[in-house]
């Protein structure tokens, strides 16, 4: 854990994750104030519009924080990379394609490399390509998802005894409690998609983050299975149109129309669920509240301590150890 927060220049073990064309400045700031590392999502953005918030952001903070890149997703990956480099940014998050053709450019400038994997071969592979940090992203997470389908619970200690870099866990980890169970589980920190939107610095409509506070735990449904690409979202009136769609056999091409950018915005900024989509994992049950970012790192490190110490005080071990 420790030496996760060096290599990235954090107080504390938590990332955000990146969320694409929608985690602006003032969350990505937020999130580094308050001690961990934020991260821009770069989704579909043209370069100019991320540069943007790269200004933007260190205007608002005197903390690292990340550029994430989802490389097949990005029509301008290359551009992207270049802009890391302008912009001397420390750390990036490569996801959702082949991160080796970037690792080494990145390197040679100093910049450190994590990457998104949901299983040990993509994880070792990473590894191999000279990942500096692996976020290994369980199934129970937000947005797009490994077609794979393992969970956060199994994944974690499977990628961590086989490979030697820090990984990270994501998906599901809502309060200090998920936190105390990555570690145990052998991770060295945790990234976070679901729980940040319902803080007060998220850039999501109102009415998504009171969608996080009333969910079930059971408020969660998959859109895209039957193209092969898989996407966790809250259930509502539209995700209940692109399954019916699916039902009627819809191609690769149509239903990523469907769940396009501009249907993403349609739900997360402006609140409409009848014709946009909102992402979200299957944590949503857990949360309550919608706080600083501030509050709730600190809340969720005094909570896993406090959980590792009474689990630990708790236990009675075999007779003769
Ligand atoms: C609104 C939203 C957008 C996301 N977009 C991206 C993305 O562009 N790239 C990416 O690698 N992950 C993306 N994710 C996944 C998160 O980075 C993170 O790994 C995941 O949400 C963690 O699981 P959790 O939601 O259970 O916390 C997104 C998640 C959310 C909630």
Redesign the pocket.
């Given at each position: 854990m420790k030496y996760l927060c060096d290599l990235l220049s954090i107080k504390y073990p938590i990332i955000q994750?990146?969320?694409?064309n929608?985690s602006n400045a003032q969350l990505t700031a937020a999130v580094s104030n308050a001690g961990g590392l934020g991260t821009i999502?770069c989704?579909t953005m043209r370069p100019e519009q991320v540069e943007e918030i790269i200004v933007e952001t260190k205007e608002k903070t005197s903390h690292s924080f990340a550029l994430?890149i989802?490389i097949n997703?990005s029509s301008y990956t290359k551009d992207l990379i270049q802009l890391v480099l302008k912009h001397d940014i420390p750390v990036v998050?490569l996801?959702?394609g082949n991160p080796a053709p970037y690792i080494k450019v990145l390197h040679e400038h100093g910049i450190k490399v994590i990457v998104?994997v949901a299983s040990v071969k993509h994880a070792q592979k990473a590894e191999e390509a000279g990942a500096d940090v692996l976020?290994a992203?369980g199934f129970?997470?937000?947005?797009?998802n490994s077609n794979l389908e393992l969970t956060t619970f199994t994944l974690i200690p499977q990628i961590s005894r086989n490979v030697k870099v820090p990984v990270v866990a994501?998906?599901?980890?809502g309060d200090g409690r998920g936190l105390a169970a990555a570690l145990a589980l052998g991770a060295s920190g945790v990234?976070?998609?679901?729980?940040l939107?319902a803080t007060q610095e998220a850039p999501f409509h109102s009415a998504y983050k009171q969608r996080l506070i009333n969910a079930t735990d059971n408020e969660t449904t998959i859109l895209g299975r039957s193209v092969g690409q898989v996407r966790r979202v809250l259930k509502s009136s539209y995700a209940s149109e692109v399954i019916e769609s699916e039902r009627n056999g819809i191609d690769l091409e149509k239903y990523q129309e469907m769940t396009s950018e501009k249907y993403h915005l349609k739900g997360?900024i402006q609140g409409d669920e009848d014709n946009g989509f909102m992402?979200?994992?299957?944590?949503a049950g857990l949360i309550e509240t919608i706080p600083p970012v501030k509050d709730l790192f600190d809340s969720m490190m005094n909570e896993a301590a406090a959980q590792l110490e009474q689990q630990l005080n708790q236990f009675v071990m075999p007779s003769g150890t």
């Open positions: 994750g990146g969320m694409g929608i999502g989704g994430n989802p997703v998050s996801s959702a998104v976020v992203e129970e997470a937000a947005g797009i994501a998906g599901g980890i990234q976070l998609g679901t729980r939107i997360a992402n979200s994992g299957q944590v």
